[in-house]
C-alpha cells in the first residue's frame, strides 16, 4: 500500500513539474476590449454569420462597418492595444483579434494591421494573418504567433467583445 501511494505522489509530482511554462503570453499587451454590435439594428444588420469577410473595426473614432465609420466612439468603449476586428470566418463564426501586430509588439513596436480581404496585414514588417480560417495565423512565416483573441459572445445577435 505504501509503495503504491509513494508512486502515486512521484507522478503527480512529474506531472506538475511537466505543465510548469505551458502557459501561453502573446507579445501583445492586453489592454482592455469592451463594445457592443447589435446586428439587428443600423448598418450593423448586414453583419450575419453569411456575409464571410464582412468586419467590424473598432479604433480610436468609433465603429467602421468594412471601412466606413457608422458609430462614433463612446466613452465606455475601449479598443484594445492596437485597435480591435470582429471577423465572420470561413465556418461563420465571429472571432475578434487585437490589430496589433505581434511580430512587431514583440520588438517593442505598436503597429496596427490594416485588413485587406481575409488578411490583416501589418504595414511595418508585411506580415498577413489569415482572419479567414478563424484562427488569425501567420501566413508569410515572419511571425511565430498568432494575433491576440479577444472573446465574443452572441447573445441573440447582440455582439459583446470583452477582455
Request: a negative charge; glycine letters at 8%; one cysteine or more.
Given at each position: 500500500m505504501c509503495r503504491v501511494y509513494s508512486w502515486g505522489c512521484i507522478v503527480i509530482a512529474l506531472l506538475l513539474?511537466?505543465?510548469?511554462?505551458?502557459?501561453?503570453?502573446?507579445?501583445?499587451?492586453?489592454?482592455?476590449?469592451?463594445?457592443?454590435?447589435?446586428?439587428?439594428?443600423?448598418?450593423?444588420?448586414?453583419?450575419?454569420?453569411?456575409?464571410?469577410?464582412?468586419?467590424?473595426?473598432?479604433?480610436?473614432?468609433?465603429?467602421?462597418?468594412?471601412?466606413?465609420?457608422?458609430?462614433?466612439?463612446?466613452?465606455?468603449?475601449?479598443?484594445?492595444?492596437?485597435?480591435?476586428?470582429?471577423?465572420?470566418?470561413?465556418?461563420?463564426?465571429?472571432?475578434?483579434?487585437?490589430?496589433?501586430?505581434?511580430y512587431c509588439a514583440g520588438r517593442g513596436m505598436k503597429r496596427s494591421c490594416a485588413v485587406d480581404g481575409i488578411y490583416a496585414v501589418c504595414p511595418e514588417c508585411g506580415e498577413q494573418y489569415d482572419l479567414g480560417s478563424g484562427t488569425a495565423v501567420p501566413r508569410n512565416g515572419i511571425a511565430r504567433e498568432s494575433m491576440l483573441r479577444i472573446p465574443v459572445t452572441n447573445s441573440g445577435g447582440n455582439l459583446i467583445i470583452r477582455q
Open positions: 513539474c511537466s505543465c510548469q511554462g505551458t502557459t501561453f503570453s502573446s507579445s501583445v499587451p492586453r489592454y482592455p476590449v469592451y463594445f457592443n454590435i447589435d446586428t439587428r439594428q443600423g448598418a450593423f444588420v448586414h453583419f450575419i454569420p453569411t456575409a464571410v469577410t464582412s468586419y467590424v473595426l473598432a479604433k480610436d473614432k468609433g465603429l467602421y462597418y468594412n471601412d466606413q465609420l457608422v458609430q462614433p466612439r463612446l466613452d465606455v468603449h475601449a479598443y484594445g492595444y492596437g485597435g480591435v476586428v470582429v471577423y465572420i470566418d470561413i465556418m461563420g463564426n465571429y472571432n475578434a483579434y487585437d490589430l496589433a501586430c505581434p
